[in-house]
C-alpha cells in the first residue's frame, strides 16, 4: 500500500503543473469544480470546462500508472 501511494505520488509530480495543480486541489484539498474554475484560472472559466480539465488530468495520470505498471511487470 505504501509502495502504490508512492507510486501515485510520482505519477501526480510529472503532470503538466497546470493538471497537476487541478489534481492536488480537487482530490487532495477537496476544492470543488467551481473553485478551480475560479481560482486556477485567469481569467475564470465554466465549471464544465474545469470538470474537463480534471477529466483529461485523471486520463493523464491513468496512463502514467499504466505505463508504470508495465514497465514493472517486464
Known sequence: LILLRREVR????????????????YYMDGWTDDRISRELFNPPVHRATA??????????????LTDQASVDQE
Open 10 to 25: 510520482q505519477a501526480v509530480e510529472r503532470l503538466p503543473a497546470p493538471y497537476r495543480q487541478i489534481i492536488v486541489h
Open 51 to 64: 470538470k474537463k480539465r480534471r477529466d483529461r488530468a485523471l486520463e493523464l495520470l491513468r496512463g502514467q
